[in-house]
């Protein structure tokens, strides 16, 4: 198999050549690559496949005759006697009592020819076999038998299968190459998945821990309380118990209510005692007249959020905290800085110490001096010239001028939001003429139109103030018909689904004929505010006598 280790393409040597499988450097005059064990060359490996599939056939050689292999025995017999009794003797001395022959040989390896004649005292000297009972020479039988059963067994145990094919087959061509691709899938894909764990870190109801060089990483809930390597640096870092964010969320959760609570308190003493109104997320638009450029929301979206604060004797412009990323944790900060500025306007206390990231105060005798920048009754009386940099819908008031800057600031409204601040103003200060006649609808226009088919009454808002409507986001609106752009016919919604008008949807209406003017019929809309529908509580049930 590959070590994976490229050869050097400019280590160039001569008495090496690349295998044609793995490209591995093999030396010159070698028949098989060393690394895959594949052919080095082509018309080697064809040889060898039709050596394979035709195996030559088996030779025997014929057997010598009888006469012919005893002349031989005999000849090698004398032939080894002899080379035994040619050997020097000079530092081995036996006791000359012992008589013992020049070559000694057992019964099986020795065979006397029938031309020697041998007497008794010759006869002595030559070992003969033990003689053996029938029941002795049938023991040592078995127990012969046995121990080549046994040996056999040993053997067939220790002898490894053959394989199916062969090793050359099994380890060369294809298969090595489809076993190194393999591994190498699985590599990329090991890889590619620590990767993206460590990237997208997204697990579904995970926790987010860091580890002691500041990695951020996202465990699962399952492992709390056990400790991990950090897979960026390898430092080990414990994951928090599920105990202890308990206790922090129970912590959390009381100081909000405690917060929420305080905040309530405070906020009403504020209203009954003092006479004061607090607005919470009002736009602040500080403008430059130098860098102004009269294009619809242009403005929209430079501005910064304040509390707006109504005493008596003066208007605050509140920073509640330092200008964050909304969220939770902002949304928990904001509630408990405006519940101390609360508890710090109650007791009133010095006006510089004022709880609060940014404050500015507008005097109670500036606050009448407070005019409508935009809408205008008359586009060449704005400074905007009638076009709504601040975003369609929006009222803008005109603060005064801050002798220390030079933009010109604007505190931008959605029409509940300015309502509730004409109120403040008329109730505090005694400011009734404010935007009146800046085409404003300080109460809904609700104008009674009649159906042209069905010839019922219905209510709908007045068009000319209608962009207000649709631009607050406190208010819902209901489409409940339609007007003829020509002869002003008034068809209700319902009545129009019903004939068709505009097909199902209404989505072609602009096209529509009108069925008394036979023109277009256009895309006048007639919108009513929604309503909300009253909870009906259920009747409580007499007590049982």
């Known amino acids: 198999m590959s070590n994976d280790i490229t050869p050097d393409e400019n280590n160039s040597n001569p008495n090496e050549v690349p295998c044609p499988l793995c490209n591995e450097m093999v030396r010159i005059g070698l028949v098989r690559c ?8 082509e018309d080697i490996a064809e040889a060898y ?4 599939e035709n195996p030559a056939p088996m030779i025997f050689s014929q057997l010598p005759d009888e006469e012919d292999s005893a002349e031989g025995d005999s000849q090698l017999s004398t032939a080894t006697m002899t080379a035994t009794s040619n050997r020097d003797d000079d530092d081995f001395e036996l006791d000359q009592s012992i008589a013992v022959t020049e070559y000694e040989a057992s019964d099986d390896d020795f065979q006397l020819t029938g031309d020697m004649q041998s007497g008794e005292e010759d006869q002595s000297t030559i070992p003969l076999a033990k003689e053996q009972s029938a029941e002795e020479a049938g023991a040592e039988a078995a127990n012969k038998e046995e121990a080549d059963a046994t040996a056999q067994e040993t053997v067939e145990k220790k002898a490894p299968e053959a394989p199916a094919e062969d090793h050359s087959v099994a380890t060369g061509g294809d298969v090595l190459l489809n076993v190194a691709m393999e591994e190498e899938r699985e ?43 950090c897979p960026a640096c390898n430092v080990v870092y414990l994951v928090p118990l599920a105990a202890k964010k308990q206790e922090n969320e129970e912590a959390v959760t009381s ?57 008596p004797d003066k208007m605050l412009m509140l920073g509640v905290i330092k200008p964050a990323r909304p969220g939770k944790k902002t949304k928990e900060k904001q509630d408990l800085a405006r519940t101390e500025i609360a508890q710090h306007l109650c007791e009133d206390k010095d006006q510089a110490e004022i709880p609060a990231h940014s404050v500015q105060i507008i005097n109670g005798d500036q606050v009448p001096t407070l005019r409508v920048a935009f809408p205008t009754m008359y586009d060449h009386e704005s400074v905007f010239a009638g076009v709504p940099v601040f975003g369609k819908g929006r009222i803008a008031i005109a603060l005064p001028k801050q002798e220390d800057s030079k933009e010109n600031q604007y505190l931008t409204f959605s029409l509940t939001e300015y309502r509730k601040f004409a109120e403040a103003l008329s109730n505090i200060y005694g400011m009734n003429d404010l935007g009146q006649d800046s085409g404003i609808p300080m109460t809904d ?34 489409l409940v018909g339609r007007q003829c752009q020509g002869c002003q016919l008034i068809v209700s919604e319902d009545s129009r689904k019903k004939e068709r008008i505009g097909g199902k949807t209404g989505k072609g209406i602009a096209k529509a004929k009108c069925p008394k003017c036979s023109e277009k019929f256009g895309n006048i809309s007639l919108w009513q505010i929604a309503k909300a529908e009253a909870e009906t509580a259920p009747a409580e049930e007499p007590p049982a006598e």
């Not at 060393?34 to 060359?41: A, E």
């Open 34 to 41: 060393w690394n895959c064990g594949s052919f080095m060359r």
């Open 49 to 52: 496949r039709k050596m394979q």
């Open 187 to 229: 590599e990329k894909k090991r890889r590619k998945g620590g990767r993206r764990r460590r990237r997208s870190g997204k697990i579904e109801g995970g926790i987010v821990v860091y580890c002691p060089n500041g990695h951020r990483i996202r465990v699962r809930e399952e492992y709390r309380g056990s400790a991990g390597k």
């Open 255 to 311: 100081e909000e209510a405690a917060a929420g609570g305080a905040e309530a308190d405070a906020s009403a003493g504020l209203s009954a005692g003092e006479n004061t109104s607090w607005f919470k997320d009002i736009k602040l638009h500080a403008v430059d007249p130098t860098k102004l450029k009269l294009k619809p929301n242009s403005l929209e979206k430079a501005f910064t959020t304040i509390d707006l604060v109504i005493t």
């Open 445 to 478: 226009q609700i104008n009674t139109v009649t159906c042209h088919y069905s010839e019922e009454t219905f209510e709908a808002l007045d068009n000319e103030s209608l962009e207000f409507y649709e631009a607050d986001p406190e208010i819902e609106l209901t």
